[in-house]
């Protein structure tokens, strides 16, 4: 849409200064506007839009009643943070959200001071609140702090630890808990009114048992809200108990979407606040736009999209993703076996595990977001006698990295890890980026390691992983769509620690893992044409090694050189310390090892990253050229 909306009130505001001198109707008037500006922005971009459009009114009530970037507001993953980014200096720049040298989809402390802390994965607010806080009452920074946790959050155990310290220490800190789950009528008319007016003049003592009182007198939706509240959460009742056990005082349930409501309890516990308080605001996920209130999942992530229908703009591809790829061989594999189950972390759609759902929904568990429970609780299974498939984004498998060697590795159990976004991942960036799971992994005894060079390589590792009962495995796999080969009617298991060669060639063996080796068969005609063209293998596996193969290729070429979607200590890592080993270098063989650079890579297309990391086509010509002293056939470099 070129046609931009009209917002009057929201073009008064550079700063969040600037929403002192607005009245209340102002501010209302300002969040409708900052909900179109937000929505026709995303509809450019693509990002995160549900999360977003949730929290608009409570965006621009937390900056008329705090004082940012004194007062230290903390948006948990920061998915909602658009329009927060919008009224803090960054309007301008607002439709570069997730672009190549753009606005971060998220809160980066490098971009703005208005983000004092940068958040991509979950359940971390409240921690930085709480150490905004002490540092504050130790003499460091000034101002208040104030942590904006979503109900998904909350189910990391991480979010739990945060509260149960801050109760402890009884620091002024303020945790608003975002209930965007809940399916609701915010209260309108005289009773909403009446809420109003009682927030705004009671005591802050009083707002507790206000609050508990009124909640009889709303209109039924809202009661059934705040009853999926305290099934939401155990042991609290709506005057927050368990809250109040550890040592918050608690505010709430409040529509998160009645202005009048937020102004005036965010007023009072401003003005009275002494210790640690909570403040329970519910509200709707992709509120004010009808598709993203409709499907709350697709409304998450967007790509571009119609900001009149919400129709993704999106191009066709004849080559399946990875994702279902996946999904699709776990269900083949889970028909066979019904000992087969699969574990996720709040991302059944992402992880493809909505399909096997679907299918065997008695055999498909989503933990929350907690990653350290999903692969503990798939170690007890494992332990139990099932065959379970925790599937993780590798970014978010970090998280569970103890569990992953106290838990499984130490006991030899068979967890299959399904490690999809593998490698760099585009517009999310650096925070998402599937850069350190094979170093991470490799080093761990006994655990098998592959990664799949295409999509009919991830069919076979699906059936390999299925068929190891012995040990830990894990299979990687990028974000995106596959390079289109031919898939196999079934998936075969692979002898463990085998790799295979694809093309014999001359001087210089390349040993690839993972997907760049359709870039290393694109440098490869390249260099065929020059009579350079090397030798290509896939090494599927990064652990066990094939000893046979990499001493072989050694064996038979000037120089070898790997390659993986990987971070230093990986994979090529594994294969130096074998030539290493062997003595291979003292016969003169030139190594090389094209991996990640020492450095978190920015958002940019997928494509783009690959090339600042050096890792496309042309650059693995380079490095062959450059390894062989050659720029042109026959001649040797100056």
């Not at 909602?80 to 301008?92: A, E, F, M, N």
């Not at 999209?305 to 993703?321: I, L, M, R, Y």
Request: contains cysteine.
């Amino acid at each position: 849409m070129t046609d931009r909306p009209k917002t009057p009130t929201l073009d008064r505001v550079t700063v969040p200064a600037d929403l002192k001198s607005l009245t209340d109707a102002d501010l209302r008037h300002l969040a409708d506007e900052l909900r179109a500006e937000t929505i026709s922005a995303v509809s450019v971009t693509g990002g995160h839009l549900g999360a977003g459009l949730g929290v608009v009114e409570l965006t621009v009530a937390l900056h008329a009643v705090f004082d940012a970037p004194r007062d230290k507001i903390i948006w948990d993953v920061g998915h909602q943070c658009y329009p927060h980014k919008i009224l803090t200096g960054r309007r301008d720049r607002i439709r570069t959200l997730r672009q190549k040298s753009g606005l971060s989809g998220f809160t980066k402390r490098s971009e703005s001071p208005y983000d004092p802390f940068g958040a991509a994965h979950s359940s971390t607010s409240i921690s930085a609140a709480l150490g905004f806080a002490v540092a504050r009452d130790l003499g460091g920074d000034a101002g208040d702090a104030i942590a904006v946790i979503g109900d998904g959050a909350m189910s990391a155990g991480m979010a739990y630890e945060a509260l149960n310290n801050a109760g402890h220490l009884k620091k002024r800190l303020f945790v608003v808990l975002n209930d965007n789950e809940m399916s609701i009528a915010p209260p309108v008319g005289a009773m909403s009114a009446y809420l109003s007016r009682l927030y705004a003049g009671a005591p802050f003592q009083e707002l507790k048992a206000a609050a508990k009182g009124a909640v009889s007198l709303l209109p039924p939706p809202f009661q059934e809200g705040a009853r999926r509240a305290k099934e939401m959460l155990k042991g609290m009742t709506v005057g927050g108990t368990m809250f109040e056990e550890l040592g918050f005082s608690y505010v709430g349930p409040i529509d998160g979407h009645d202005m009048d409501q937020l102004l005036g309890v965010l007023r009072t516990v401003h003005d009275r606040a002494t210790g640690p308080v909570l403040i329970h605001v519910l509200t709707r996920k992709g509120k004010g736009f009808a598709p993203a209130e409709r499907s709350p999942d697709k409304g998450h992530a967007t790509g571009k999209f119609d900001p009149v229908t919400g129709e993704q703009k999106k191009a066709a591809s004849n080559a399946p993703s990875y994702t279902k790829v996946f999904a699709r061989s776990l269900i083949a594999e889970a028909e066979r076996d019904d000992k087969i189950v699969a574990v996720t972390a709040a991302m059944p759609d992402g992880t493809g595990l909505n399909l096997f759902a679907e299918r065997f929904p008695r055999r498909c568990f989503d933990v929350g977001i907690a990653e350290q429970h999903a692969v503990t609780f798939s170690a007890g299974l494992a332990a139990g006698g099932m065959k379970p498939f925790c599937a993780l984004y590798s970014t978010f498998l970090q998280r569970g990295y103890d569990q992953v060697v106290h838990d499984v590795a130490i006991q030899r159990l068979p967890v299959r890890f399904a490690i999809d976004r593998a490698g760099l991942v585009g517009a999310d960036g650096a925070t998402h980026a599937g850069a350190f799971d094979v170093a991470y992994l490799s080093n761990l005894p006994g655990i098998v390691v592959m990664a799949a060079a295409d999509e009919a390589e991830l069919v076979h590792m699906v059936a390999t992983a299925a068929a190891i009962d012995d040990r830990p495995s894990a299979f990687r796999y990028p974000r995106g769509e596959g390079v289109g080969v031919d898939m196999p009617e079934r998936g075969q298991p692979l002898e463990i620690g085998k790799g295979r060669v694809i093309s014999e060639g001359g001087r210089v063996a390349i040993l690839s893992f993972g997907t760049r080796l359709a870039e290393v068969l694109k440098a490869r005609e390249a260099l065929a044409q020059r009579g350079l063209a090397p030798t290509v293998a896939d090494a599927r596996f990064a652990k066990p090694l094939d000893r046979d193969l990499i001493l072989q290729l050694a064996a038979h070429h000037e120089a070898l050189i790997t390659i993986e979607e990987g971070a230093i200590g990986g994979f090529g890592s594994q294969v130096a310390q074998l030539l290493a080993e062997e003595g291979v270098f003292d016969h003169g063989l030139k190594f090389r090892s094209m991996v990640l650079p020492d450095t978190f890579i920015d958002q940019s297309s997928p494509e783009d990253m690959y090339a600042t990391a050096g890792m496309n086509a042309p650059q693995i010509e380079a490095k062959v050229l450059d390894v062989l002293g050659v720029t042109r056939i026959g001649e040797k470099r100056a």
